[in-house]
């Protein structure tokens, strides 16, 4: 089993569409959570933190739920420029390596 | 530009070969980690080093790879007589290290795209 496991999708959403990618870890001592963006396999770039409180941050919103080691990011109002790969993220080691899900594909068509 | 600095942006190389992956971490910056995405996969850590130190070395290969981060100047990923396989992006992030690694992100390079021919 994938320590960190997701959809690979591909998500096809119109502008203006409201879409949400979930991902589960495998690994219940994780410590931190993240979502990273990456656009065509250019470097991942820092979306959110996520944490189990959910935090917003314009139209992304995290939410971490522990007790069933899920973790979701939710988009509003999709813009073309939010087509991406969007990777979920979790730190399980004291020495900070990261572990990434495989990543979802979201197409934001007009 | 503070951010990691990643060179070369592409390297091709012929079986066989040895490739030089370079990085700089940020400004301030202690902790080198270094991951690599082969093609239609996602990202997976191979090593972490601290200046002069390899900390966690654990998704290397256990052959033709070594990886180093001296005193001055950057972090090396040295691959050994490379085959096709090694195809891959290789990227490298930073972070300031302290006390608190396990909560922080990391900012990654722009990667190095190694073809093998």
């Known amino acids: 089993r994938k320590e960190v496991e997701q959809d690979p999708g591909p998500f096809n959403v119109p502008e203006g569409a409201t879409v949400a990618f979930n991902c589960t870890y495998s690994?219940?001592?994780?410590?931190?959570f993240f979502w990273y963006r990456q656009d065509c396999r250019k470097e991942p770039k820092l979306l959110m933190s996520?944490?189990?409180s959910g935090n917003e941050d314009g139209r992304f919103t995290a939410q971490l739920n522990r007790a069933s080691q899920y973790i979701s990011l939710l988009i509003r109002d999709s813009k073309l420029s939010d087509s991406a790969t969007y990777l979920c993220?979790?730190?399980?080691?004291?020495?900070?390596?990261?572990?990434f899900g495989q990543g979802t594909t979201l197409q934001v068509k007009p | 530009n503070a951010g990691v600095m990643q060179n070369p942006r592409h390297l091709v190389r012929r079986r066989g070969q040895e490739a030089r992956l370079r990085c700089s971490p940020m400004?301030?910056?202690?902790?080198v980690y270094w991951y690599r995405q082969l093609p239609e996969e996602g990202l997976k850590f191979m090593v972490y080093?601290?200046?002069?130190?390899?900390?966690?070395e654990s998704g290397m290969p256990k052959e033709r790879f070594s990886a180093e981060f001296p005193k001055e100047g950057p972090s090396i990923l040295r691959i050994q007589q490379v085959v096709r396989g090694d195809s891959a992006a290789y990227f490298c992030?930073?972070?300031?290290?302290?006390?608190?690694?396990?909560?922080?992100?990391?900012?990654f390079g722009d990667g190095t795209r190694l073809s093998i021919l």
């Open positions: 690994n219940s001592a994780s410590q931190s």
């Open positions: 993220v979790v730190i399980t080691s004291n020495t900070g390596k990261l572990i």
């Open positions: 080093l601290q200046k002069e130190n390899i900390i966690d």
């Open positions: 992030a930073s972070s300031p290290g302290g006390q608190s690694l396990s909560n922080q992100p990391q900012h």
């Open positions: 996520v944490y189990s």
């Open positions: 400004k301030g910056h202690s902790h």
